[in-house]
């Protein structure tokens, strides 16, 4: 069952963000969306274990990440930029969501 | 002027996830009016409050960041922003929104408000403070 995970807590401070990671699968999904965004960069000191989540897809909610100063050069590789429209596709494409607070 | 007292806002939040950045914000225009020394600190995810490039009509939402850039015409010219905080998130003082002041006792020359510091000097400068404000 293909499940879509939703993260909304910066992972600098709260433990949410890992105890998301810690809790994916393979066929899974994972949507940054509010202060989750801060998650999609890379060169930061959570970026590898979010980089190490293999075949996970990795999406970031646009206005979110736009709203916070992050442009796309800055994310993480092969992490999709989707807009509320794409948001709503996850959820549709996905067996059910599971919401990471 | 003996009343004068050392005011720090200690911000360590990002920015519109929650309502903790824009409320200091407006605490410290509010202390701007009781003629006190204000300084600002940006510490762990609180450096994310002062990122340039913002923009909020995504997300429906008042985009406060050019309020950073008033501040210095309320003689709030020290904002101190934690070394350590931007290289685990892997930002440096490129990544921060230019916020200048006019020095008043140097002819009103344009020098920057933002004073990178490390944590150890961080601590020195909250030691030094009379009142700390904590969001």
Known sequence: MSMLHTINKSPFEKTSFEACLNHVNGDSSILMIEDGVYGAMKGTAFSEKVAATNGVALYILGPDMQARGISEDRLIDGVKVVDYAGFVDLVTEHDKVQAWL | ?135
């Open chain 2, 1 to 135: 002027m003996s009343d004068v007292k050392k005011f720090m806002y200690v911000n360590r939040k990002a920015p519109y996830g929650t309502i903790y950045a824009l409320e200091s914000l407006e605490v410290v225009l509010i202390s701007a009016a009781f003629d006190q020394d204000v300084s600002l600190a940006f510490v762990d995810d609180g450096v994310y409050q002062i990122m340039k490039g913002t923009k909020t009509d995504g997300i429906g939402m008042k985009n406060f960041s050019p309020v950073y850039n008033a501040l210095g015409d309320y003689d709030i010219t020290k904002l101190y922003v934690e070394q350590e905080s931007l290289d685990e998130r892997g930002l440096t003082l490129d990544d921060l929104m230019d916020i200048k002041y006019e020095d008043e006792d140097d002819d009103w020359a344009e020098k920057p408000s933002i004073k990178v510091v490390s944590r150890k000097e961080m601590a020195d400068v909250m030691d030094q403070q009379d009142v700390l404000m904590s969001f």
